[in-house]
């Protein structure tokens, strides 16, 4: 890439801290994390050094998937505290330059919003803001919950959560859609109030001076005519609901009265995105997105249920990050990531989070961090805090793990917990919301009191505290790891660089290159517990099994100046980045110029 070729914007330059509100820090001990908790910790964020804070629905909920079931999008949930402490908490980022994304959750209000209340009781301005269908009265091959009278839900579509995605209103006569939680009632984007109602609320929020919006399931808002349709053709697969016929009409709408290039809008899109649907949600002449989050290396190491994982296979990662990279170059920006709320922690994942915690963690923010695009840390991430050692079915709070497996213990395709434990363990979303580890006291310096989710034990090592004492720790590296986004001398290859795998095929290593102009990044990792050998390509070697074209050979490198930028190990690292002797889960960056 060229540097006359780059696009400016502060948001492709930033590193985005996300934070759990019920899970980040407690000051009222009632066990759930609130906005003075996050106030109280605002020079931590800046001691860390991130740019933005997105912050988790924190708006009135009754709770039933912990905020994502939404009330009213103009309150603050009294758990969390009120909107004089929202506003204070804003003008506490913007005062550190710390700027401030907000969820935005519009598939699907709760069923306790007043739009929702209204419509279920026929309420002829609120009547279409939902999706009501009448039932199928054939029901041949239907096993599953019936209406009145042998009734089925309108298709057999499953929620997210578990169970139909259709529930049957008594009191009403008719079902609605809900592709999560029964208590989710999906909205229904045909109708132009609802888009409008949607629009204002996110022009009130940016006049109050927020800094852009996180998109919660943004790809699913256009429903297919099976749904949208009141004489529809036949019912259409489950993965009619993903990007939609009238998606980008919809976005494009969005961001043609909302948005603008100086807002960071990240949306999230689930399913097998194409990268035509991905370019025009965030291309230079499409809906007006910045980013997106996509789930593709997320589903790399499990099925369909929550109790399905397979462990995943580099070559396979490496693959999902080059298509993302590479189809995107010159077309729209990437987001990296690989934990959030809704993922397991990625030291446990990605990594080794016994022998080599620590390596592996630096290891993989390292990746993170010199990848193309915007860098996002989830809570706990820059302390390396793993998973919990999670054991009986109670243990869970999520209803993405809970009503999955008890649906499935309750059908017989699950004959017992203990036959699946591990496996959910290891993928449930309660591992990233386990509350944040701030000291080795009691609920880990969270709470003064009992904690609405498990502490891991494990905080008596892993915490922010010891972490802050120890220069050699997961939270000084990350902090070195940010800097380097505002060093001058690599922050324009870093952030705006073209991505260049250098050896796809490798099973064990992950090497690539940054390139913008003259000046190159060499990124080595060892994603591995065994020692591992790396060497450049000479020009005139077989390539074979290096990438078809190379984007670096060893003879270059002797007429450029060499730097190592970043390494996880302290002691005896060469400088000569040709050939060296990899230990486990060993990062290295050489500046090469």
Same mark, same amino acid.
């Given at each position: 890439?060229?540097?006359?070729?780059?696009?400016?914007?502060?948001?492709?330059?930033?590193?985005?801290?996300?934070?759990?509100?019920?899970?980040?820090?407690?000051?009222?001990?009632?066990?759930?994390?609130?906005?003075?908790?996050?106030?109280?910790?605002?020079?931590?964020?800046?001691?860390?050094?991130?740019?933005?804070?997105?912050?988790?629905?924190?708006?009135?909920?009754?709770?039933?998937?912990?905020?994502?079931?939404?009330?009213?999008?103009?309150?603050?949930?009294?758990?969390?505290?009120?909107?004089?402490?929202?506003?204070?908490?804003?003008?506490?980022?913007?005062?550190?330059?710390?700027?401030?994304?907000?969820?935005?959750?519009?598939?699907?209000?709760?069923?306790?919003?007043?739009?929702?209340?209204?419509?279920?009781?026929?309420?002829?301005?609120?009547?279409?803001?939902?999706?009501?269908?009448?039932?199928?009265?054939?029901?041949?091959?239907?096993?599953?919950?019936?209406?009145?009278?042998?009734?089925?839900?309108?298709?057999?579509?499953?929620?997210?959560?578990?169970?139909?995605?259709?529930?049957?209103?008594?009191?009403?006569?008719?079902?609605?859609?809900?592709?999560?939680?029964?208590?989710?009632?999906?909205?229904?984007?045909?109708?132009?109030?609802?888009?409008?109602?949607?629009?204002?609320?996110?022009?009130?929020?940016?006049?109050?001076?927020?800094?852009?919006?996180?998109?919660?399931?943004?790809?699913?808002?256009?429903?297919?005519?099976?749904?949208?349709?009141?004489?529809?053709?036949?019912?259409?697969?489950?993965?009619?609901?993903?990007?939609?016929?009238?998606?980008?009409?919809?976005?494009?709408?969005?961001?043609?009265?909302?948005?603008?290039?100086?807002?960071?809008?990240?949306?999230?899109?689930?399913?097998?995105?194409?990268?035509?649907?991905?370019?025009?949600?965030?291309?230079?002449?499409?809906?007006?997105?910045?980013?997106?989050?996509?789930?593709?290396?997320?589903?790399?190491?499990?099925?369909?249920?929550?109790?399905?994982?397979?462990?995943?296979?580099?070559?396979?990662?490496?693959?999902?990050?080059?298509?993302?990279?590479?189809?995107?170059? #010159? $077309?729209? @920006?990437?987001?990296?990531?690989? %934990?959030?709320?809704?993922?397991?922690?990625?030291?446990? /994942?990605?990594? &080794? =989070?016994?022998?080599?915690?620590?390596?592996?963690?630096?290891?993989?923010?390292?990746?993170?961090?010199?990848?193309?695009?915007?860098?996002?840390?989830?809570?706990?991430?820059?302390?390396?805090?793993?998973?919990?050692?999670?054991?009986?079915?109670?243990?869970?709070?999520?209803?993405?793990?809970?009503?999955?497996?008890?649906?499935?213990?309750?059908?017989?395709?699950?004959?017992?917990?203990?036959?699946?434990?591990?496996?959910?363990?290891?993928?449930?979303?309660?591992?990233?919301?386990?509350?944040?580890?701030?000291?080795?006291?009691?609920?880990?310096?969270?709470?003064? #009191? $009992?904690? @609405?989710?498990?502490?891991?034990? %494990?905080?008596?090592?892993?915490?922010?505290?010891?972490? /802050?004492?120890? &220069? =050699?720790?997961?939270?000084?590296?990350?902090?070195?790891?940010?800097?380097?986004?505002?060093?001058?001398?690599?922050?324009?290859?870093?952030?705006?660089?073209?991505?260049?795998?250098?050896?796809?095929?490798?099973?064990?290593?992950?090497?690539?290159?940054?390139?913008?102009?003259?000046?190159?990044?060499?990124?080595?990792?060892?994603?591995?517990?065994?020692?591992?050998?790396?060497?450049?390509?000479?020009?005139?070697?077989?390539?074979?099994?290096?990438?078809?074209?190379?984007?670096?050979?060893?003879?270059?490198?002797?007429?450029?100046?060499?730097?190592?930028?970043?390494?996880?190990?302290?002691?005896?690292?060469?400088?000569?980045?040709?050939?060296?002797?990899?230990?486990?889960?060993?990062?290295?960056?050489?500046?090469?110029?």
């Amino acid at each position: 890439m060229d540097s006359a070729d780059i696009d400016r914007q502060w948001w492709k330059e930033a590193v985005v801290y996300q934070i759990y509100p019920r899970s980040f820090n407690d000051t009222d001990g009632d066990g759930v994390g609130d906005i003075p908790g996050i106030i109280e910790k605002l020079d931590y964020l800046d001691e860390l050094g991130v740019d933005v804070v997105w912050l988790n629905p924190v708006y009135e909920s009754p709770n039933a998937d912990n905020g994502y079931d939404i009330a009213d999008y103009q309150s603050i949930m009294d758990e969390f505290g009120t909107m004089s402490d929202w506003e204070d908490l804003l003008d506490g980022l913007h005062d550190r330059d710390i700027k401030l994304i907000m969820d935005l959750v519009v598939n699907h209000t709760s069923d306790e919003h007043e739009w929702f209340v209204k419509s279920r009781e026929g309420d002829e301005e609120f009547r279409d803001y939902y999706i009501w269908r009448n039932g199928r009265t054939d029901v041949d091959g239907w096993t599953g919950h019936l209406g009145p009278d042998d009734e089925a839900p309108p298709n057999d579509w499953g929620s997210f959560f578990g169970g139909p995605a259709w529930e049957y209103d008594e009191d009403v006569g008719e079902w609605y859609l809900h592709l999560f939680d029964v208590k989710q009632p999906d909205l229904n984007w045909e109708n132009e109030d609802v888009r409008e109602e949607v629009f204002s609320m996110m022009e009130w929020w940016l006049e109050k001076g927020i800094d852009g919006f996180r998109m919660d399931v943004i790809n699913l808002i256009s429903k297919p005519p099976s749904v949208t349709e009141h004489n529809p053709p036949e019912p259409d697969g489950f993965d009619a609901t993903f990007d939609g016929p009238k998606i980008h009409e919809y976005v494009g709408e969005m961001g043609e009265r909302v948005l603008s290039d100086d807002l960071l809008t990240v949306g999230e899109v689930v399913g097998d995105v194409s990268m035509d649907d991905a370019r025009q949600y965030v291309g230079r002449d499409g809906d007006g997105l910045g980013m997106l989050f996509h789930f593709d290396h997320m589903l790399l190491d499990r099925g369909g249920d929550v109790w399905e994982y397979y462990g995943y296979d580099l070559t396979d990662l490496k693959d999902v990050f080059r298509h993302w990279q590479k189809s995107l170059e #010159g $077309e729209g @920006w990437n987001s990296n990531y690989l %934990n959030n709320h809704d993922q397991p922690r990625m030291v446990s /994942r990605f990594g &080794d =989070d016994v022998e080599y915690r620590v390596e592996s963690a630096k290891l993989l923010g390292t990746l993170l961090h010199t990848l193309h695009g915007t860098p996002y840390i989830y809570q706990g991430e820059e302390l390396g805090m793993t998973n919990y050692p999670f054991e009986r079915l109670d243990d869970y709070q999520d209803v993405d793990t809970l009503n999955p497996v008890q649906n499935a213990l309750d059908e017989g395709v699950i004959e017992n917990f203990d036959d699946v434990k591990d496996s959910v363990a290891a993928l449930s979303r309660d591992n990233a919301r386990t509350p944040m580890q701030w000291t080795d006291e009691e609920h880990a310096g969270f709470t003064d #009191g $009992e904690p @609405w989710l498990a502490v891991n034990p %494990n905080h008596e090592e892993i915490n922010a505290d010891t972490a /802050r004492e120890d &220069d =050699d720790s997961v939270f000084h590296y990350y902090r070195n790891l940010i800097a380097l986004r505002d060093d001058d001398d690599v922050s324009d290859v870093l952030v705006y660089g073209s991505y260049d795998d250098l050896w796809p095929s490798h099973t064990d290593l992950w090497a690539y290159t940054r390139t913008l102009d003259d000046e190159r990044l060499l990124v080595v990792l060892n994603f591995t517990s065994e020692d591992q050998q790396f060497r450049l390509p000479r020009e005139d070697e077989d390539h074979a099994t290096y990438a078809d074209e190379l984007p670096l050979h060893a003879g270059e490198v002797a007429d450029l100046d060499t730097e190592l930028l970043v390494s996880n190990y302290d002691e005896d690292v060469e400088s000569d980045p040709t050939e060296f002797a990899l230990r486990p889960w060993e990062a290295r960056v050489y500046h090469l110029s």
